[in-house]
């Protein structure tokens, strides 16, 4: 186990990010995309939306799929698929195709993600998973960081095929590194139970529709359709239930819905990528079309934020060894809602140094709340449900910007004009409400740190003065 400790970290570093620059990259490339294949907006708008439902909707079963068969058989499987469909797209004829093969690519991410926490899981003992978690979560800050840049200089050099060809070889390596490296042991006989199909298809199904329904109210004339489709994603959900409670081998393991850690480390997720994402969304409209900056201008303003990602992400096990989860979190929870308080408070003349100053903190928090929940739900879960708690990770992980943004697009269309500026809307006020949720989610992961290992000394630790009774 301990020899393949550094492949498996390789690939689930790169995985996930290569899967965080593909978002950032495409956002870039996408209007040159509609110009070259002579697309609608509607439909551009779907080569991002079909995938985010696809990924939504199959992360969770992805799980249970490398829970029972594999994490290095699933997530080689998702690689080599998204490899072969960044291929496609960049061959693809029409918009048609693109938007087909977005969706498979989102089929081949729900596959890759989850395994890149359940493998980490099953190789590292959990009192030290808080490292490679870490590295991991620097790691996507920095592809996310580096998405436009990099998406705008090859768009404007080689053309918008050219970034979907960006992450091939990676992918590629890593899902052929995965093969070799995979697990050798049997699996655990739980594993080796039913997947409940229906149970699948029904979470797969609400997550879809609250997916879409999220998409569709952020859309201009769309709160109808979404209202619908969140309304749908409800009575799946409650079907859902109903059937769980009935299943021989539900879906969701009670076990694991019942670790209050793992519900908390997920609220806190949930909380913390609404906010951020939701306030994100407001900045940049607030910075393009209030101050008139361009989009390099605008990423430079909120700089501070990924590089606060970058450069917290290492200090975040330390922290938690020293004060605890709880503490940690807590710290991070009220750092992010200071950010969005300080970006609310801007008017039309807020310089670079308010805005930078806000961004920092939204950084320095979203990431101590990242690294200290992940780490939470992927210890406290049991090895043999890993996959299913990467998948409920992950799954927070891309409703909640959704719902963030959602939230965020139907309050600034209530104040057309003044909205965008900060200090004059409603959006950025709802969302330090949203942030400040996650304080008490929080408030509920586990205590521990240094100072409570100090009082609880081990039986065979002598007290200072005395003799050790153990001989040796």
Request: hydrophobic share 55%; proline share 7%; aromatic share 4%.
């Amino acid at each position: 186990m301990t020899a393949r400790r550094g492949p498996v970290l390789a690939c689930s570093v790169v995985g996930a990010a290569v899967v965080a620059l593909d978002g950032t990259v495409l956002t870039v490339a996408q209007p040159a995309l509609q110009r070259d294949l002579h697309a609608g907006l509607d439909q551009v708008q779907w080569t991002s939306t079909g995938y985010l439902i696809a990924v939504a909707s199959l992360l969770v079963l992805a799980g249970r799929l490398g829970d029972r068969y594999g994490h290095h058989r699933v997530f080689a499987l998702g690689a080599l698929g998204f490899a072969a469909t960044s291929t496609g797209i960049a061959l693809a004829p029409g918009i048609g195709a693109v938007i087909v093969l977005r969706v498979l690519q989102g089929v081949c991410g729900a596959l890759l993600q989850p395994a890149t926490l359940g493998m980490l899981r099953t190789a590292f003992p959990p009192e030290r998973l808080g490292t490679p978690i870490a590295v991991r979560t620097a790691a996507i800050g920095l592809a996310a960081a580096a998405g436009p840049l990099v998406g705008g200089a090859l768009v404007s050099a080689y053309g918008w095929r050219s970034v979907f060809l960006l992450g091939v070889p990676p992918t590629l390596a890593i899902g052929l590194l995965a093969l070799v490296t995979g697990e050798r042991k049997p699996r655990p006989q739980v594993e080796r139970h039913a997947l409940d199909p229906l149970g699948a298809l029904l979470l797969a199904v609400a997550l879809g529709l609250l997916v879409h329904g999220l998409v569709e109210a952020a859309r201009p004339g769309g709160a109808t359709t979404g209202a619908l489709a969140c309304a749908g994603a409800v009575a799946a959900a409650i079907t859902l239930a109903r059937h769980e409670r009935r299943a021989a081998r539900p879906l969701l393991p009670p076990e694991l819905l019942r670790r209050a850690p793992v519900v908390a480390g997920l609220a806190v997720l949930l909380a913390a990528s609404a906010a951020l994402f939701g306030s994100l969304f407001v900045a940049t409209y607030f910075l393009q079309d209030v101050q008139g900056l361009d989009p390099l201008d605008c990423a430079l303003r909120v700089l501070p934020l990924a590089v606060l990602m970058v450069l917290g992400a290492p200090l975040c096990p330390p922290l938690q060894r020293r004060f605890g989860p709880r503490r940690t979190a807590t710290a991070g929870a009220a750092l992010l809602t200071l950010g969005v308080l300080l970006l609310s408070r801007l008017d039309a003349t807020a310089g670079a140094a308010s805005v930078g100053t806000a961004a920092a903190l939204l950084g320095a928090g979203f990431v101590t709340l990242l690294v200290t929940a992940t780490s939470v739900i992927v210890h406290r879960a049991p090895e043999a449900h890993a996959g299913v708690a990467g998948g409920l990770q992950q799954t927070a992980m891309n409703v909640g910007p959704a719902l963030g943004v959602a939230v965020a697009t139907l309050l600034l269309a209530r104040v057309p004009l003044g909205g965008f500026v900060p200090a004059a809307g409603a959006a950025l006020p709802a969302l330090v409400v949203i942030a400040a949720l996650a304080v008490p989610a929080a408030l509920a992961l586990p205590g521990g740190g240094a100072d409570r290992r100090r009082t609880r000394p081990g039986p065979t630790s002598p007290r200072p003065g005395r003799r050790s009774c153990v001989r040796s």
